[in-house]
């Protein structure tokens, strides 16, 4: 993640010299007016940078800000806001669904973990080195990313059926197992989720991957048959070692998204059975919206606050722990 | 990993040359020849199955009789097939104004993210401003804030927006613009534009060519691949929006296929339901079997990014 960071020396090196009328060498020696500043080509350059500036500013620099302040006021659209504190957070922090959500959104993403990162990496790793047809290849992996994600859920929600006809339980006869519950237990239903999201999400972390590895310098490899290395020597020693990197932004990035699932407990579940597939992400929907009785904007925002705090510290942390061996 | 590099790169092994990690002297190794091959061939099979399965599955389910679905859901057509189960959808679902309006969702956040994006980009990585290098900070800082936890914040300001007043709920305005605010878009363009030759800029500003002229005749002609897959990044995002079109859009005339879908089930036969379903994954489906080799290099390419 350091290189999308624009002031690694790296970058600096590569980008152009500034392409502005003003005379550089005058800069910052005179006062400059607005009338001198329009002059030397200020305001079309503005009005270039206006629509990202309007748009950012609307809908990404203020909605953060307004998120900090309402975590600590009490929101409910008609009379104004009124300033509670840390109200919000503890409300939050003793709501029994609290760590039954976070609890929740930790299985899903180590499940996710389990399931979904080894499994790209071994696919990627076996395509590129298919000759003849890899874009046949990498063209099925994706395919899934391609499907609507509400398309998806549903169509696995049906296979999930729990009754001996359903899809799955149907094809579990075939090899002699009988039917599961799936999404219908407690036990089942987050590893049935986390199934249908690996389905929907591998494939373009396959392709990820896929580029990583064309970029491996191909020396490497036969400096490494030179010396007598075998296949698995040359994963081990080659392979993994130049993609490092790779991996540990997709490690990261995976967790990250994972953290934020809500698309499928919302529609396979409802967070159901008994509390089972409840998220972080559930959770802050029903406060601001799912509830009957009134929305909570305070503790919504409150939770939102929290995972990116959260997550902030998480990946501060990551990085600073891998540093030395992403880089070294 | 800038964009230029990243394709120099994919030049250097060709399919056809299997320099990486098997040598020639490996693939004529037994083991290696049919472990290896062996391994392909089960995981081509793997993938059909599994990444084509479940599409192909739903094609034969949408017009297949609902009972037949229900009772032998593997089974291929044992008594015929049903296609009135399409015509049913435009019919009696309204699958037709829900995919146009999935459409119009579509297209108007592509027109509104390609102008942020270009615009932004040509200010940040060609005029550069001195002020640019803020601008830069905090877009970058956006990209750690994930879009779902300002969910509140943006929804209430689209019921109530300050300064300009009124409300914004049930109006597509308050898709495409929030849907602009992308950052990802504006760092993957000025990554692409700062490696343009800046030459060709110099020497048309001496020839007279204006900051328009400059981004109209020059930078956008010169930036088709990197437009490409910024645009199929956009549509497919847009199409496969969920929770953002449902908190705004109350009106169901007004909504897009995927925010339907599930209301529609309850009230709809299987059959017609998982026609609608194929519908509303047919377009980008046919879209990426188009335009495949593009959207996967762009995702290589995003990833590329990332790293």
Redesign the interface.
């Given at each position: 993640?350091s290189?999308?960071?624009?002031?690694t020396p790296n970058?600096e090196q590569?980008?152009?010299?500034?392409?502005?009328r003003a005379p550089s060498a005058g800069?910052g020696r005179f006062r400059r007016t607005p009338l001198t500043w329009a002059r030397h080509?200020?305001l079309?350059?503005?009005l270039?940078?206006?629509?990202?500036?309007l748009?950012?500013g609307?809908?990404?620099?203020?909605?953060?800000v307004?998120?900090v302040l309402?975590a600590f006021q009490h929101?409910n659209?008609v009379q104004p806001a009124t300033w509670v504190g840390f109200q919000n957070f503890s409300e939050v922090i003793h709501d029994p669904l609290f760590p039954i959500a976070v609890k929740n959104t930790a299985e899903f993403a180590g499940l996710a973990l389990v399931f979904g990162y080894p499994v790209p990496l071994a696919?990627a790793?076996?395509?590129?080195?298919?000759?003849?047809r890899?874009?046949?290849?990498?063209?099925?992996?994706?395919?899934?990313v391609?499907?609507?994600?509400?398309?998806?859920v549903?169509?696995?929600k049906?296979?999930y059926?729990a009754g001996p006809?359903?899809?799955f339980n149907?094809?579990l006869h075939w090899v002699g197992i009988g039917p599961q519950p799936w999404i219908q237990s407690e036990n089942t239903a987050m590893p049935s989720l986390v199934l249908e999201s690996t389905?929907a999400n591998a494939?373009?972390t396959v392709?990820?991957?896929?580029?990583?590895?064309?970029?491996?310098n191909?020396e490497l490899?036969?400096a490494a048959?030179v010396d007598g290395a075998g296949?698995w020597k040359?994963?081990a020693h080659?392979?993994l070692p130049q993609m490092r990197?790779?991996l540990l932004?997709?490690l990261i990035?995976q967790i990250?998204g994972t953290a934020?699932v809500?698309?499928e407990p919302?529609?396979f579940t409802s967070g159901g059975p008994d509390n089972a597939t409840i998220t972080v992400?559930l959770l802050?929907?029903n406060y601001?919206?799912g509830n009957s009785l009134g929305a909570s904007?305070g503790e919504?925002?409150a939770l939102?606050?929290m995972?990116?705090a959260f997550?902030?510290l998480f990946?501060l942390i990551y990085l600073r722990a891998t540093r030395s061996w992403s880089t070294g | 990993m800038s964009a230029l590099q990243f394709r120099s790169k994919r030049g250097q092994r060709s399919e056809e040359t299997p320099q990486g990690l098997v040598s020639f002297t490996d693939w004529n190794r037994r083991s290696v020849k049919y472990g290896l091959g062996t391994a392909q061939a089960a995981l081509l099979v793997l993938l059909v199955v599994v990444g084509l399965g479940p599409v192909l599955w739903l094609a034969k389910a949408a017009i297949t009789p609902t009972q037949d679905t229900l009772i032998h859901p593997m089974a291929v057509f044992p008594h015929g097939t049903a296609w009135s189960n399409v015509s049913d959808a435009w019919s009696q679902v309204d699958i037709g104004l829900y995919l146009w309006n999935t459409i119009a969702i579509a297209f108007g956040s592509w027109v509104c993210q390609i102008i942020v994006a270009t615009t932004g980009a040509y200010a940040l990585s060609v005029l550069r401003p001195k002020w640019g290098n803020l601008i830069m900070a905090a877009l970058l800082t956006t990209l750690f804030v994930p879009t779902v936890v300002l969910l509140v914040p943006l929804y209430i300001e689209i019921v109530h927006p300050p300064l300009i007043g009124g409300t914004y709920v049930d109006s597509y305005w308050a898709i495409w613009l929030p849907e602009a605010a992308s950052a990802f878009n504006v760092v993957l363009m000025k990554r692409f534009f700062d490696n343009l030759p800046h030459e060709i800029f110099e020497a048309a500003r001496i020839d007279g060519c204006g900051k328009v002229r400059l981004f109209l005749s020059i930078v956008l002609p010169m930036s088709k691949p990197i437009l490409a897959v910024v645009s199929i990044f956009v549509v497919l995002a847009s199409w496969k929006d969920f929770l953002w079109p449902l908190l705004v859009l109350t009106d169901t005339s007004l909504q897009p296929l995927s925010v339907r879908l599930p209301a529609i089930q309850g009230q709809t036969e299987l059959g017609v339901f998982l026609a609608a379903m194929l519908i509303a994954c047919l377009v980008p489906i046919i879209g990426f079997l188009f335009l495949q080799r593009r959207v996967l290099r762009g995702t290589g390419l995003s990833g590329a990014l990332k790293g």
């Open positions: 993640m290189t999308i960071n624009p002031t970058l590569t980008e152009p010299a500034p392409l502005t800069r080509g200020g079309s350059t503005l270039f940078l206006l629509p990202l500036l748009v950012f609307a809908f990404s620099w203020y909605p953060i307004r998120l309402m929101t659209l696919v790793v076996l395509i590129s080195e298919v000759r003849k890899r874009g046949l290849y990498s063209a099925l992996a994706y395919l899934p391609v499907v609507p994600p509400v398309v998806a549903l169509l696995w049906f296979f059926d006809s359903g899809v149907t094809m389905w494939g373009g392709i990820i991957y896929l580029a990583a590895l064309t970029g491996v191909a490899y036969e048959s296949l040359k994963i080659v392979t990197t790779i932004v997709t990035l990250i934020q809500f698309l919302y529609l992400l802050i929907y601001a919206f904007y919504a925002a939102s606050l995972l990116v997550l902030a990946s | -």
